[in-house]
């Protein structure tokens, strides 16, 4: 395993920060020698309450582990981070007493567009992300770095068949809905149910197997000179038009 696809050090701030603050087991935090502005005090002083020692070290040490992104002075050896399973996502919907929210990635391979799906997700207020065993990005160090800490509160499951997972999940009850091209207008399709989204990856958009399996298509307008946007950016949209429709039906029913 290269440096690039280490999932046991988390990097930049917030991801260290919501690492030690969730529980997740840390056995060393590195800080880059002479850094300890902001929120870096902040983080000293939760690894310290904690036991967790701390180790001063060259800003390239930091740059090694952490190539091609930024690092902020700060990361953590934690343990690899755990998948969840698809059951974990309907146990956390059962616990908030509400319909299954989910995320499918289908194939998205950068690691930041991953990380940002999460983070949104759980800004959303999503119940769990699933993504594929293969041909996709895993939960290294750059997803966790890209989610702003958001990977530390929800649950993501690893799947080996998208196809057979989204059988698995209309049988439980769950609408499934693909954002691609060529389908109805986002803000008009029924997203306040039981739902999980399909988003697609970045250059192939949902695969055509995945597709036939989803429910509903839904589309945004794209009134520019370009015909698509980034993954995350289209996926943040379509989440938070289902987290409107979701927060009006839950109001309608109390």
């Not at 059962?94 to 991953?114: M, V």
């Not at 995945?210 to 298509?217: A, G, H, P, T, W």
């Amino acid at each position: 395993m290269n440096d690039t696809e280490r999932n046991d050090i988390i990097a930049g701030r917030n991801a260290v920060k919501e690492a030690r603050l969730s529980g997740r087991p840390v056995d060393y935090v590195m800080i880059a020698r002479g850094e300890r502005q902001g929120s870096v005090g902040e983080i000293i002083k939760i690894a310290k309450n904690k036991g967790v020692p701390i180790r001063d070290v060259a800003p390239i040490k930091l740059d090694t582990l952490c190539p091609g992104g930024r690092h902020q002075g700060i990361a953590c050896s934690a343990a690899a981070h755990e998948y969840a399973s698809v059951d974990d996502i309907f146990a956390a919907a059962e616990e908030k007493g509400e319909p299954p929210f989910i995320i499918i990635a289908d194939g998205l391979t950068d690691p930041h567009n991953l990380g940002a799906v999460i983070r949104t997700a759980e800004a959303a207020g999503a119940h769990g992300v699933i993504v594929p065993e293969r041909r996709a990005a895993g939960l290294t160090w750059a997803v966790g770095k890209a989610s702003a800490g958001a990977l530390e509160y929800v649950p993501v499951a690893r799947v080996t068949n998208l196809v057979r997972c989204i059988e698995q999940l209309k049988e439980r009850g769950v609408w499934v809905c693909a954002a691609d091209m060529d389908g109805d207008t986002w803000c008009q399709a029924d997203l306040s149910g039981a739902i999980a989204i399909v988003v697609g990856s970045e250059g192939n958009g949902v695969g055509r197997l995945v597709k036939e399996k989803c429910d509903f298509v839904v589309s945004l307008p794209m009134n520019g000179s370009i015909n698509s946007l980034n993954a995350s950016c289209a996926c943040a949209i379509v989440l938070y038009e289902a987290a409107r429709q979701r927060a009006g039906i839950n109001a309608r029913n109390k």
